[in-house]
């Protein structure tokens, strides 16, 4: 005979297990400056299962990504690398709360201007050089932006090039990410949604297992 209570207690258990999983991933916080209330970078953003602290910063690529020795230094090596994080951006640190609207208004996030003429800011994260012929001299900064904009559907990932000498400080639309490794106490390894869904599918199957043993009985 079928015990569906077991059964639906296997499934309840399940979905319970899930939220405590994703309780236990999302760890992002906010950095939010207290003098003026913006929105200036956050801790522990997951990318591609690592974690992340990100700093949105104003100045030149050159001042911000090249080090003493004169080597550019930027947190990603790839396009792909560099969109996993834009999107991360989007999807973890862009979000309204309870201090204030951040993905709604574009504005209440350091780079941006109060009085800006757009409706988004664009969030630079960098990964590698455009340069010229056989590598003799750096044309430009290769990134993906992350547009954060007062329209939901607006909001995307998208390629940029910038000259060296571009400073995002005249900018009242883009702004600078650098990252680094987060060092915190975020959880790791982090379950990725799809083996979370294979964990629920294997619960579900063992209560199915369960069943047959029943009705054999």
Avoid: C, H
């Amino acid at each position: 005979m079928f015990r569906f209570k077991s059964f639906l207690g296997s499934v309840w258990v399940s979905l319970l297990l899930v939220g405590v999983l994703y309780s236990y991933a999302a760890a992002t916080t906010l950095e939010i400056d207290e003098s003026t209330g913006l929105l200036t970078g956050a801790t522990d953003v997951l990318v591609n299962g690592s974690y992340y602290d990100v700093e949105f910063v104003e100045g030149t690529a050159e001042e911000l990504f090249m080090d003493a020795a004169g080597e550019w230094a930027f947190n990603f090596a790839s396009e792909g690398e560099a969109r996993e994080a834009s999107n991360a951006l989007l999807a973890q640190v862009f979000q309204n709360t309870e201090e204030d609207d951040f993905d709604d208004d574009p504005t209440l996030t350091y780079g941006s201007a109060e009085d800006s003429l757009y409706d988004y800011l664009s969030i630079l994260t960098t990964y590698g050089l455009q340069t010229g012929r056989e590598g003799g001299y750096v044309l430009g900064i290769s990134a993906i932006g992350a547009r954060n904009s007062k329209v939901e559907e607006a909001d995307e990932a998208f390629y940029a090039t910038l000259p060296v000498a571009a400073d995002t400080t005249d900018s009242d639309a883009s702004v600078y990410a650098k990252w680094t490794p987060a060092v915190s106490s975020a959880p790791t390894p982090t379950p990725e949604p799809s083996s979370i869904l294979l964990f629920v599918a294997g619960l579900i199957g063992f209560a199915g297992m369960n069943r047959k043993k029943i009705n054999n009985a």
